[in-house]
């Protein structure tokens, strides 16, 4: 039975206006200027390299590549108002998630451009008070807990952000988990037919998605109009994560003492390897902060709008130089910088 969604919902509904899920002359990022690719890659100068490229996703919006994230979800509740208006649920549900700041401001910040439920965030209780006050101001409900004492699941986080009949999207576990958040980014990345490709790791979201792009790309599923690369350099080219272990690390957005949700791990990528998904070289690193150090003073020196977790792909080229040829195209992902207000 059809349940009649309230004027204000109506209205919501119709301003959530996704041009098209996969068509490159139609694409729906950024919402309010929709083109693809949504932000820019240029070259820049790396001392010892002649072929570095940098895909920069500080012109997003909220700065990071999480606000393609955030529009995900308000594609998301698109498909809740829809479920209301169908009369499968009575109310739209709460969103929830574990964040360090970057994706609650990115998601908040859409929620409240499109009318919809405030966003329910678990914080470190370490967290810097000038961030969680930023998060209260635009609508965030935050809530302070100890995340280094465990390993935190969907369940823990509903419950920890008093919203156990919501949703956690801190994971992808109830979305799909091989394309959804990222998809777009992905062909834009891949698009570049570099050799070597450096994308910082910290949910590892984003990691993830590039892989599972490749595999669709290169498999035998039905291939994705978005794709305008090579298949050869494709199928050659390391997928390289720049992660760290080191709890004082300035890549403080890369650090965890608990991966809730990664499903990243070393056979899953020896799998990519050793079947021709993925070059030699495709890994998650341990990055040395001294090398994000000149990482940053070598951004500084050129003008990039970064933080120094979204500048870590950088760093690990530094770090791994000499095992990478001087002359192949590289392509480094700078997944921001966080504009607070």
């Not at 495709?282 to 951004?299: M, W």
Request: hydrophobic content about 35%; aromatic content about 10%.
């Amino acid at each position: 039975m059809n349940m009649a969604l309230s004027k204000k919902e109506e209205q919501i509904l119709k301003s959530i206006v996704v041009a098209s899920e996969n068509d490159p002359d139609k694409p729906e990022f950024p919402p309010d200027n929709p083109k693809f690719p949504a932000t820019p890659t240029f070259k820049i100068e790396v001392p010892g390299f002649s072929n570095v490229w940098f895909k920069d996703e500080s012109k997003n919006l909220t700065g990071t590549h999480k606000d393609r994230m955030a529009w995900e979800m308000v594609v998301t509740y698109k498909e809740f108002l829809l479920s209301k208006k169908a009369g499968r649920i009575k109310k739209l549900p709460i969103l929830s998630i574990l964040s360090s700041g970057s994706a609650a401001l990115a998601i908040q910040t859409q929620l409240t451009k499109y009318n919809l439920p405030n966003l329910h965030v678990l914080m470190d209780s370490s967290a810097d008070p000038k961030i969680v006050s930023s998060l209260e101001k635009i609508g965030c409900n935050v809530f302070l807990e100890n995340l280094g004492r465990k390993r935190f699941t969907w369940e823990d986080i509903l419950k920890l952000t008093n919203n156990e009949n919501g949703f956690d999207i801190t994971s992808n576990e109830a979305y799909d988990p091989t394309v959804r958040f990222y998809d777009w980014l992905s062909y834009e990345i891949i698009n570049n037919d570099a050799d070597f490709i450096f994308v910082p790791f910290g949910t590892g979201q984003l990691y993830e998605n590039i892989m599972n792009v490749i595999k669709n790309e290169l498999g035998y599923k039905r291939k994705d109009q978005r794709f305008r690369g090579t298949k050869k350099t494709l199928q050659n080219a390391s997928i390289l994560g720049a992660t760290t272990s080191n709890p004082k690390s300035k890549a403080d957005k890369l650090y965890a003492p608990f991966l809730p949700f990664a499903n990243y791990s070393k056979q899953w990528i020896k799998f990519y390897r050793y079947t021709g998904l993925s070059g030699e070289m495709s890994e998650v690193y341990n990055l040395q902060e001294k090398y994000l150090d000149k990482a940053i003073k070598i951004a500084e020196k050129m003008g990039l709008e970064c933080e120094p977790s979204g500048i870590a792909g950088l760093g690990l080229l530094l770090q791994i130089k000499n095992k990478i040829p001087k002359d192949k195209k590289i392509l480094i992902v700078n997944t921001g910088k966080t504009k607070w207000v």
